[in-house]
C-alpha cells in the first residue's frame, strides 16, 4: 500500500503515530486542514499507518468515493475497524451491524422516519426552538455567545423527547451529566484510534482513557436502560397503539418483533443509544456551525431573512409546516453549503469485502478505507474557492456539474444516514426561528474555529457569535 500511495515517512512499528500531534485539533489540521494538511501535500487518496503496521486508506476522489459508497450489496457492507471503538458504548445496532441483523434492524426502524412521524416530531423541534429563542433573548447586546453551548442542549432535548418520549428539560438544567459524558467519550474514542494497545481491550483497560470510558458508559448506558425499563412499564399499563403515528422511536422498538419474538432490552439499548449519539451531536454541529456563517455573512442572512419574511410576515410565533419547510428554498441550499463547508460527520470509514480497484490499484478484501469527507467537501476541484460560504453553489442549476458523489455530507448508498430527513428538518427549522428573531453578528475577537474533528466536527475554542435585535420589515 505504501509503495502504491504517497504517504509521510513512517516510523518502525508505530506507523505515523508520531507524525501526529494526538490531540484533536492537531489531528484534524495534520491530515485534513485544507491549507497544509495531507491531502494537499499527497494527493487526493493517502495511506495511514497505524501502529503495528496496520494500513488505513484514506480516499477523497470521488469517482473512489462512488465505488465504496454505491456498493448495490448493502448486507455484505461493513464499517470500518475504527468503528470497533464505538461498540462498548452503541453495541452492533444498526450503525455497527451489518448481514442479516443490520438488514431486520433497518427494517424495523425506516417506518420511524415516514412522513407522518416526521410532522409529529417537527412539533417537538418548534417548542424546543422557541424555548432556545427565549434563552438567547438576554444575550442580545451582551457580547460574544458560544452558540454551541446552547445548540447542544436544544439538540439534546429534541432528540431525548422524539426518541424517549421523555422531556430532561436540559436547556432549562444545562448542567447534564449525560450531555458532558458524551462529550468526553467522544474525545476519548479518537485518542484510542491511536493508541498503540487500542485493540487489545485487556490491555487498554488499564489506561487512563480505559478506566474512565468504563465511569462514562455507566452513565450513559444507565440514562438509557432506566428511561426504557421506565417506558417499557408504562406501555404495559396501558393499551399499547396500533397507529405508528402515536408512538416515539423508543415505543416502535418496543412494540417491533424478529422472528415472532420482542426485542430485548439490550437490543433496545444499542439501537437507542445509537439514535441518541448520531442524532444529538450531528445537529449540534450542524446547527451551530450554519448559524456562525451566517453570522459572517450578512448579505447571505439577509437574503434568508427575506425569504423567511415573505412567508412568514411579521409574527413573533413562527409555526412552521412540513410543506413551509419544502418551500424555503434559499433555506435548504444555505443548510446544504453549511454542511459543505462543515460536515457535521468529518469522515466515515469501511471495510472492504471484496477486491476494490482505487485509483487503479487492486485494494484487497478485509482493508480499512476511510472517506474524508471534510477534505472531499473543501476540496478545490470539486468546490473551486472552497473556503467561500457559497450557497449558490446549490442552486439546481450548478449542482449538475459536478460528480454525484463530491457531497456526501450523509454518506449514500443503501448505508446512508437513516435520520438525514429528521436532521435536515430540526436544523431548517432552528435556523429559520433564530433567524427571524435575532440579527447574527462576528463575535468582537472575529477568531475563526480551531476545527477538530472527534466523532463529530466541533471547534476547540467554540463557536462564537453575537446577537442583536432583529429589525422587522415594515
Known sequence: MLNKFRAPPIDPLVGHVTRIPLNPPGIFKTILDTEQGWFRKYGKNIALIRPVYEVQLLITNPADVEKILANPNSKTARKGDAYLDLEAWLGTGLLLS????????????????????????????????DILVEKLKPKVGAGDIDIYLYTTLLALDVICETSMGISINAQSSPDSE?????????????????????????????????????????????FTDSVILQRREQLLQKKPTDKATKMNFLDML??????????????????????????????????????????QHKDIQDRLYEELADIFGDTDR?????????????????????????????????????????????????????????????????????????????????????????????????????????????????????????????AADQKSP???GDLILKSADGICLRLAERKRNK
Open 254 to 295: 418496543l412494540n417491533s418483533t424478529v422472528n415472532g419474538k420482542p426485542l430485548s432490552n439490550a437490543d433496545i439499548r444499542e439501537e437507542v443509544d445509537t439514535f441518541m449519539f448520531e442524532g444529538h451531536d450531528t445537529t449540534t454541529s450542524g446547527i451551530a456551525f450554519a448559524l456562525y456563517q451566517l453570522s
Open 178 to 222: 449525560y450531555v458532558n459524558a458524551v462529550k468526553e467519550i467522544s474525545a476519548i474514542v479518537q485518542r484510542r484510534f491511536f493508541s498503540l494497545v487500542s485493540r487489545w481491550q485487556f490491555l487498554y483497560g488499564f489506561t487512563p482513557d480505559g478506566r474512565r470510558e468504563k465511569e462514562l458508559l455507566k452513565i450513559l448506558h444507565g
Open 98 to 129: 451489518w448481514g442479516e441483523k443490520w438488514f431486520q434492524r433497518r427494517k424495523i426502524i425506516t417506518p420511524a422516519f415516514h412522513f407522518n412521524i416526521l410532522e409529529q416530531f417537527m412539533e417537538v423541534m418548534s417548542k424546543q426552538s
Open 450 to 452: 480551531i476545527l477538530q
Open 318 to 442: 413562527m409555526e412552521i409546516t412540513y410543506k413551509q419547510l419544502g418551500d424555503l428554498r434559499y433555506l435548504d441550499m444555505v443548510v446544504k453549503e453549511a454542511q459543505r463547508i462543515c460536515p457535521s460527520v468529518p469522515f466515515i470509514a469501511r471495510r472492504l469485502t471484496e477486491d476494490t480497484i482505487i485509483d487503479g490499484v487492486n485494494i484487497p478484501k478485509g482493508s480499512n478505507v476511510t472517506i474524508a469527507i471534510y477534505a472531499l467537501h473543501n476540496d478545490p476541484d470539486n468546490f473551486p474557492n472552497p473556503r467561500k460560504f457559497d450557497p449558490d453553489r446549490f442552486d439546481p442549476s450548478q449542482t449538475e456539474k459536478r460528480h454525484p458523489f463530491a457531497y456526501v455530507p450523509f454518506s449514500a448508498g443503501a448505508r446512508n444516514c437513516i435520520g438525514q430527513k429528521f436532521a435536515l428538518i430540526e436544523l431548517k427549522l432552528v435556523i429559520a426561528k433564530v433567524i427571524m428573531h435575532y440579527e447574527l453578528l462576528p
